[in-house]
Nanobody, 124 residues
Framework: QVQLVESGGGSVQAGGSLRLSCAVS????????MGWFRHTPGKEHETVAV???????SYADSVKGRFTISKDNAKNTLYLQMNSLKPEDTAMYYC??????????????????WGQGTQVTVSS
């Protein structure tokens, strides 16, 4: 069983930056397909960024050029660096993990292990 604990959320003004962290236990980030997802009340979970166990990344069009997903194998931690934040980025952010995600377009339902989430609020 993989345990995931997010941190790093908070409140920032538009244009600001935050870095989210997801500490992993029960497996290693080098072995897992992982991703960051976000949820706003009344909407479905949205895929923000994913990283394959071998390091290939992909991003939602809405965050390309602003967000960067990465992982530190030594710290067994997943990160999401968020720059140039916009009010529409306001959401609860979750990290998730799965041993292997086969699809070329990962969706939240492709991941079985989830953290508890961390809130990001961006004010205009």
């Amino acid at each position: 069983q993989v345990q995931l604990v997010e941190s790093g959320g908070g409140s920032v003004q538009a244009g600001g930056s935050l870095r989210l962290s997801c500490a992993v236990s029960g497996n290693t980030v080098s072995s897992l397909d992982m991703g960051w997802f976000r949820h706003t009340p009344g909407k479905e979970h949205e895929t923000v960024a994913v990283i394959r166990y071998y390091g290939v990344t992909s991003y939602a069009d809405s965050v390309k050029g602003r967000f960067t997903i990465s992982k530190d194998n030594a710290k067994n931690t997943l990160y999401l660096q968020m720059n140039s934040l916009k009010p529409e980025d306001t959401a609860m952010y979750y990290c998730a993990a799965e041993l292997r995600v086969i699809t070329d377009l990962p969706r939240p339902t492709d991941y079985n292990d989830w953290g508890q989430g961390t809130q990001v609020t961006v004010s205009s």
